[in-house]
């Protein structure tokens, strides 16, 4: 495979300049496909500005699952990084599943390693499985509301843990409740809530990420979408990064371009791109 830009009609791929893709998995992640040097191609073969790698970390499941996972991640970053080229800007991350319900989990999976970025995410709340799993049609007609109540409360607990650099995919549980589902959901209910998450990441300096998968999947929208995003800026948030949410090479860099439209639809004029835990900006061109 060649790691040299294929371009159509002179073009890169990509229609922005500085599109990334700050959110995707490798082989390296149980429900990956494609091997890291492919992810690689890939990224490259699409023009990408600048490509980092987040294989899954799920926290709760880190001893009996995820520690040989994670070790295999960052070898084969490392080996595949001593291969790509000079100007190829390949960036190590994680994606850091649900630190708050195991901390030591955490602590153990990022000691001894100098990630670019790591991403904070929530896919199941205590007592739960994943919201990907969950049957909501044989629930009470509360139960959505109560559930998203104690997601928002427990993406608090991630954002006082604090040992990460974007909080991923904040809406996460409508990717199945309204996607998959097709159950409406009235976020005016949960405006408190959200804001008070939002304000907790402005705090910390943690960046909000926009996650591009839900407009390949049914939900139709990006995670979180433009009501959401702009409440973030309006409260004062600056930093946003942006992931495909990719689990194969045919889905990287999907919806990237469409979600740095989104963010200057939201009033950002700026994406975050981080190095070495450092957010280095890039204009939405």
Known sequence: MS??????????????LYAVDCHNHSVCSPDGNDPVEAMCARAADLGLYAYTLTDHCECQK??????????RAWAEMAKVKKTLPGDFRFYRGIEMGQPNQN???ADAALQGKEYDFIIGS????????????????????????????????ELLEVIEWGNFDSLGHLTYPLRYIEGDH?????????KKQIDEVLLALIRAEKALEVNTSGYRQKIGKALPDLPLLARYRELGGRLVTLGSDAHS????????????????EAGFTELALYER????????K
């Open 3 to 16: 790691l040299l830009p294929t371009t159509e009609k002179g073009r890169p791929v990509m229609e922005h």
């Open 62 to 71: 880190f001893e009996e699952r995820y520690a040989p996972r994670v070790e």
């Open 103 to 105: 901390l030591p989990a």
């Open 122 to 153: 929530l896919h199941n709340i205590r007592g739960f499985e994943d919201f990907y799993f969950l049957d909501y049609t044989v629930q009470p007609p509360d139960f959505v509301d109560r559930l998203l109540a104690a997601y928002w409360q």
């Open 182 to 190: 097709g159950i409406p959901v009235d976020l005016s209910k949960h």
């Open 249 to 264: 090479t045919e889905d990287l860099g999907k919806g990237i371009d469409r979600g740095m439209e989104l963010l200057r």
């Open 277 to 284: 835990r450092s957010p280095r900006m890039l204009p939405l």
